[in-house]
Nanobody
Framework: VQLVESGGALVQPGESLSLSCAAS????????MSWYRQAPGKERERVATISSAGRSRMYADSVKGRFTISRDNAKNAVYLQMNSLKPEDTAVYYC???????WGQGTQESASP
């Protein structure tokens, strides 16, 4: 199983950023996918989850209305569109699949003036 995140960057507060996660090694379309994040000194928290077919989504209260999770099962990819970024969104973002409890290596997002 391999999950490879990309798209992290340093941005200004209020700007947008899109993260991608490329998956391989399992039947991607059969599994729920999630994005988590971990800020310095804090526990890892779940940000968003999308069902296997993409029909259902859930978001943490802290990102609801600003972040959108999506997936493309033909490309074995899951995405996180992040709008109106705040300094408190600064973290390493990881994608996760419950298949073998697999994590990617993470991608750093920083929203700082």
């Amino acid at each position: 199983v391999q999950l490879v995140e990309s798209g992290g960057a340093l941005v200004q507060p209020g700007e947008s950023l899109s993260l991608s996660c490329a998956a391989s090694g399992f039947l991607f379309s059969n599994y729920v996918m999630s994005w988590y994040r971990q800020a310095p000194g804090k526990e890892r928290e779940r940000v968003a989850t999308i069902s296997s077919a993409g029909r259902s989504r859930m978001y943490a209260d802290s990102v609801k209305g600003r972040f959108t999770i999506s997936r493309d099962n033909a490309k074995n990819a899951v995405y996180l569109q992040m709008n109106s970024l705040k300094p408190e969104d600064t973290a390493v973002y990881y994608c996760f699949t419950p298949y073998a409890d697999s994590w990617g290596q993470g991608t750093q997002e920083s929203a700082s003036p």
